[in-house]
């Protein structure tokens, strides 16, 4: 008798667990997760990228960025990608994404190709954390594996990239607090900080460091005078984030995914108050020592904190969806309207 109610009781605790598995409870990202449904996914957003990159190669420097925004926002859900609709404005509309992030034409090239391949089978989110991995290998000889199953989400709010995104004015303390809000830590914040090695920003973004606020000249002393004389050259005090000038925020190898940003601030040539930062903090410098005396090693840091960022609040399972259109929901209004025009014709 006890025996078999203990089995009852086992057999009670194998159901829940397989009704929570077919529920998926337990999802989490894969490495391979498009193996079997659409096998042919991730190479071909990579040719994509690749194609897109050999035109012009500020593409990787735009699409990591993406990654990034799309991740700190509500989780890496594609909700970066979205476009405003009627009474609310997206996230993309937000200061730190609009006019600087770039590349969501790849992105579109990107989906369409694996919807004619797999269609409503791949991510928007998944196409974009390939994307960006696929760009880390092109500028810079840094591969790693991308676990995915990530599904899209349904909401973008212009306010909430504006309340979780990182300004370039922040200092040490408030650059480990935002990514400690999404489980990163300070090590972490600074081998990510790294992407900056490619790339640029436009002049709006560091005048701060450049000009007094009455706008006079009051360089920023923890920037060198000589980066500072050419900068003020290069971008009036009255420069916004919308004003077309950029300089490169790693001077030394502008355009190479390397460790040279991390010798660049010990030079102080660091450009954003957020990237010189780094060094007015001992746990933060010390990060930013090892990172420059060792490329090897930012470099398989640098492919593990990437993987992790990617893992923020994904949806998974039977969560949000596999969005059609990267810039749309499916909405299910939009297949009633089908339906009745279908039906009228
Ligand atoms: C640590 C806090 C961070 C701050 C405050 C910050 C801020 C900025 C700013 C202001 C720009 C220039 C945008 C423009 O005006 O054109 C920029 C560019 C960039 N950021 Fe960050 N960022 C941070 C971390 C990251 C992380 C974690 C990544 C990716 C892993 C990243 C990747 C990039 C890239 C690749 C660019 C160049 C974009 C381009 O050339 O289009 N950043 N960032
Ligand atoms: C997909 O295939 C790769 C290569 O064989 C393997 O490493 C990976 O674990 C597979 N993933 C899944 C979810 O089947
Ligand atoms: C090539 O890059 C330029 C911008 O540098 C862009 O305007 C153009 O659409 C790209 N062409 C292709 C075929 O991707
Ligand atoms: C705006 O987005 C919020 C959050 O998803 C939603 O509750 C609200 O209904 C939306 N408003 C409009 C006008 O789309
Ligand atoms: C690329 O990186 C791998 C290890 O990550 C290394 O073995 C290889 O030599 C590198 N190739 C080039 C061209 O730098
Ligand atoms: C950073 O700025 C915040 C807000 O102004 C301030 O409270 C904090 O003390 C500053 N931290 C450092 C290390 O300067
Ligand atoms: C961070 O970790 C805590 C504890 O595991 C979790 O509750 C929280 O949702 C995580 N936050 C993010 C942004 O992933
Ligand atoms: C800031 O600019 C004003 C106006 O040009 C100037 O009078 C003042 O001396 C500057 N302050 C510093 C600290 O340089
Ligand atoms: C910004 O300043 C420059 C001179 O430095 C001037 O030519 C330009 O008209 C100003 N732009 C605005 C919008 O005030």
New binding site residues.
Partial sequence: MASSSHMAKWLSLLLLFLLLTAINVFAELKIGFYNKTCPAAEQLVQQTVAAAFANDS?VA??L??MH?HDCFVRGCDGSVLLDSTPGNKSEKEAA?NNP?L?GFDVIDAAKSAVESACPGTVSCADVLAFAARDCAALAGNVSYKVPSGRRDGRVSLESEALSNL???T?NSSQ?IA?FAAKNLTAEE?VV??G??T?????C??FTNRLYNSSGGSAVDPTLSPAYASLLQDRCPANST?STPI?AA?DLLTPQVLDNKYYVGLRLTLGL?T?DQALLTDPTLKAEVDDNAERPGGWATKFKRA?VK?GEIQVLTGTQGEIRKNCHVVNSATGSVLEFGLSASL
Avoid: E
């Avoid at 490619?198 to 436009?202: L, P, Q, T, W």
């Fill in positions: 500020t420097p735009g990591i960025r990034f730190p600087s770039h990182p300004a370039p922040f650059l935002n914040m990510l900080s992407a900056h490619i790339g640029v920003s436009h709006g973004a984030l950029v925020l954003l957020s990437m960022m």
